[in-house]
């Protein structure tokens, strides 16, 4: 079983549209990230979120993007109005342990096709 | 700021070879170094890590790696390749109390029968 599990798999959406990709942790940790990675590109860190709130997060992540854990259990990422250079694999993560170490469990993505 | 360069996008061995995979990173402060695997359809998964202490780190599967600050270097290797290391690798730095990981361009390694 998992330690991340990430919905939806694959989402194709059209340009300008909402879409949110959530992400179950399972148990119950402090330490989340959102990571993404263009095809053929580096990943790259988007947002930190530590005990519900935003710690980090990089200019990607910019006023279309938010982050929130609604109901203690489902982690989100909302993307307001998508772009075409939104089209990527999103990957949650959260830590191991109970402090940020960088050693992280991934979920298998959720690969984002903006038309 | 933090990065590191993995050099050699593709790495290609026979299986029963040795497979060396290259990292070297940039860091103002004592790095936290990472090796992250990949399988396809997969998310990425820890192989080994560097924070403090013993330089040459062991991991999953066979894999290690070493740190070298004179050549701030994290090279990953493992002596006999098998078919299921087929993947793309990952190198990545951080450093105490940073939330968030750089990762490398990544390194895909076939093996060949």
């Known amino acids: 079983e998992p330690e991340v599990t990430q919905t939806p798999s694959h989402q194709v959406t059209q340009m300008g549209q909402e879409v949110i990709l959530r992400c179950v942790p399972i148990?119950?940790?402090?330490?989340f990230y959102w990571y993404r990675q263009i095809l053929g590109q580096k990943v790259e860190f988007l947002v930190s979120?530590?005990?519900?709130?935003?710690?980090?997060k990089s200019e990607i992540f910019d006023d279309q993007f938010s982050v929130e854990r609604p109901d203690g259990s489902n982690f989100t990422l909302k993307i307001r109005s998508t772009k075409l250079e939104d089209s990527a694999m999103y990957f949650c993560?959260?830590?191991?342990?109970?402090?940020?170490?960088?050693?992280?469990?991934f979920g298998e993505g959720s690969r984002l096709t903006v038309l | 700021a933090q990065s590191v360069t993995q050099l050699g996008s593709h790495v290609s061995v026979s299986e029963g070879a040795l497979v060396l995979l290259r990292c070297n990173y940039s860091?103002?402060?004592?790095?936290?170094l990472f090796w992250y695997v990949q399988y396809p359809n997969q998310g990425l998964q820890l192989l080994l890590k560097?924070?403090?202490?013993?330089?040459l780190v062991k991991g999953i599967n066979g894999f290690e790696a070493e740190f070298k600050k004179s050549e701030t270097s994290f090279h990953l290797t493992k002596p006999s390749a098998h078919m299921s290391d087929a993947a793309e690798y990952f190198c990545?730095?951080?450093?105490?109390?940073?939330?968030?990981?750089?990762f490398g361009a990544g390194t895909t390694v076939t093996v060949r029968a």
């Open positions: 993560a959260r830590e191991q342990g109970d402090r940020n170490t960088g050693e992280l469990f």
């Open positions: 148990s119950n940790h402090l330490y």
């Open positions: 979120f530590y005990n519900n709130e935003i710690s980090e």
């Open positions: 860091s103002s402060v004592p790095p936290y």
């Open positions: 560097y924070t403090t202490g013993a330089t």
């Open positions: 990545a730095v951080t450093r105490v109390n940073d939330y968030k990981l750089s």
